[in-house]
């Protein structure tokens, strides 16, 4: 059973950061893309940003482009996600989720339903 645990979120003010990891129990993950959702309460679960497997490309969406990065440790089967200069609306519960990577190639690296395993959550909260 594939297995993706998350660690690091928690509180912060505003303009702080905080780092976010997903690690997987999964052999192939350098295979994989790794994507990161968050959701908000009262919002849609929205793509926050994705990685591919080999480290070399990633995609963020546009409201956490230049703040946000996504990394990740292929010999620690772990992927990061760095926010930087936090904002009281980035507060959510942040998953990170593996694809298959074909995804990439079939423009569905933003696609929620395109990822089959997901972490459990981590909240982040950003107060003002």
């Known amino acids: 059973q594939v297995q993706l645990v998350q660690s690091g979120g928690g509180l912060t003010q505003f303009g702080g950061s905080l780092r976010l990891s997903c690690v997987a129990n999964k052999r192939t993950f350098p295979n994989y893309i790794v994507g990161w959702f968050r959701h908000a309460p009262g919002n849609e679960t929205e793509f926050t940003g994705a990685?591919?497997?080999?480290?070399?490309?990633?995609y963020y969406a546009d409201s956490v482009k230049g703040r946000f990065t996504i990394s990740r440790d292929n010999a620690k089967n772990t992927a990061y996600l760095q926010m930087n200069s936090l904002k009281p609306e980035d507060t959510a519960v942040y998953y990170c989720a593996l694809g298959d990577p074909r995804i990439e190639g079939s423009g569905n690296v933003r696609s929620r339903g395109a990822y089959e395993y997901w972490g459990q959550g981590s909240q982040v909260t950003v107060s003002s």
């Open positions: 990685i591919a497997g080999s480290g070399d490309r990633t």
